[in-house]
């Protein structure tokens, strides 16, 4: 996948603690980022210039989840950065986007993305921009991704087709949508994503058998996909076949053992 920005790079810490059990408690993990967090300043304090290791410490605190704390740290690094440098620049934006976007606050994110992407550029930041866009129901969403599908010249990409279905989708226009996810699949038949929303629009639809059909084929495509075998049974709940919807719903659990969701819905059917 093409990339427009050349970003610094990021070196990432992973502080592994092993006690006899293997297993760290929540404080001691909290006191070691702590430590570490207060390692980085130190080290910044020390060597105010460096930038890389600036750079270490904002993706520590993103690591961490500490994403508006990652975020001011960024801009005031970058405060008064030579926009002519474009490198230097871009990479500022894309991380502060990025940032943005992952902290929940998607309008800035859509800001900051919008100062440095060509709408319609077939890059990682372009489709990040479409993918908000799509989320706010944006009608900005449906020309920019006309203009990626234009400028890909494999003509295989499926992702700006399934903004646009993302858009369609929730502005409620479900034939529209579908349309958009059988192109995605049809341009890349293991493009999962798809396959689950083309799914949810039949279930909300109350044509679950249908919806099982599109679920059998994404579990075809990758029989471990617990979220397909979760929205199986949930299809084959709503058709009163229970016993099918418990197997689909252990069949999720076990593949995904976080999938809490999924083992609360197959203990709630009684045997």
Same mark, same amino acid.
């Given at each position: 996948?093409?990339?427009?920005?050349?970003?610094?790079?990021?070196?990432?810490?992973v502080?592994?603690?092993n006690?006899?059990?293997?297993?760290?408690k929540?404080?001691?993990?909290?006191?070691?980022?702590?430590?570490l967090l207060?390692?980085?300043?130190?080290?910044?304090?020390?060597?105010?210039?460096?930038? @890389? @290791?600036?750079?270490?410490?904002?993706?520590?605190?993103?690591?961490?989840?500490?994403?508006?704390e990652?975020?001011?740290?960024?801009?005031?690094?970058?405060r008064?950065?030579?926009s =002519?440098?474009?490198?230097?620049?871009f990479?500022?934006?894309?991380?502060?986007?990025?940032? @943005?976007?992952?902290?929940g606050?998607?309008?800035?994110?859509?800001?900051?993305?919008e100062?440095?992407?060509?709408?319609?550029e077939?890059?990682?930041?372009?489709?990040?921009? =479409?993918?908000?866009?799509?989320?706010?129901?944006n009608?900005?969403?449906?020309?920019?991704?006309?203009?990626m599908?234009?400028?890909?010249a494999?003509?295989?990409?499926?992702?700006?087709?399934?903004?646009?279905g993302?858009?369609?989708?929730?502005i409620?226009?479900y034939d529209?949508?579908?349309?958009?996810?059988?192109t995605c699949?049809?341009?890349?038949?293991?493009f999962?994503d798809?396959?689950?929303?083309?799914?949810?629009?039949?279930?909300?639809?109350a044509?679950?058998?249908?919806?099982?059909?599109?679920?059998?084929?994404a579990?075809?495509?990758?029989?471990?996909?617990?979220?397909?075998?979760?929205?199986k049974g949930?299809?084959q709940?709503?058709?009163?076949?229970?016993?099918?919807?418990?197997?689909?719903?252990?069949?999720?659990?076990?593949?995904?053992?976080?999938?809490?969701?999924?083992?609360?819905?197959a203990?709630?059917?009684?045997n």
């Amino acid at each position: 996948m093409k990339n427009l920005l050349a970003l610094p790079v990021i070196v990432l810490i992973v502080i592994a603690c092993n006690d006899n059990n293997s297993t760290v408690k929540t404080t001691e993990t909290k006191d070691s980022l702590q430590t570490l967090l207060i390692s980085y300043r130190d080290s910044i304090n020390k060597y105010p210039s460096d930038t @890389l @290791l600036k750079y270490e410490f904002v993706q520590t605190m993103q690591d961490a989840g500490m994403f508006k704390e990652a975020v001011s740290f960024l801009d005031s690094m970058n405060r008064g950065v030579d926009s =002519a440098n474009l490198k230097t620049y871009f990479a500022y934006l894309y991380k502060r986007a990025e940032l @943005l976007t992952e902290s929940g606050d998607t309008a800035k994110a859509i800001k900051t993305f919008e100062l440095f992407v060509i709408p319609g550029e077939l890059t990682e930041a372009g489709k990040q921009l =479409a993918n908000l866009y799509a989320e706010t129901k944006n009608p900005r969403t449906i020309a920019i991704c006309d203009s990626m599908i234009k400028n890909d010249a494999s003509g295989r990409d499926p992702e700006p087709n399934f903004f646009k279905g993302a858009y369609y989708y929730n502005i409620d226009d479900y034939d529209k949508a579908l349309q958009q996810f059988n192109t995605c699949i049809n341009k890349e038949y293991t493009f999962l994503d798809a396959y689950m929303e083309k799914g949810r629009i039949l279930y909300k639809q109350a044509k679950y058998k249908e919806a099982i059909a599109v679920y059998d084929l994404a579990i075809k495509v990758s029989n471990s996909f617990a979220d397909a075998h979760f929205w199986k049974g949930k299809c084959q709940e709503a058709l009163g076949q229970k016993e099918e919807a418990k197997i689909s719903y252990q069949r999720a659990y076990a593949f995904d053992k976080t999938f809490t969701e999924a083992k609360e819905a197959a203990e709630r059917i009684k045997n």
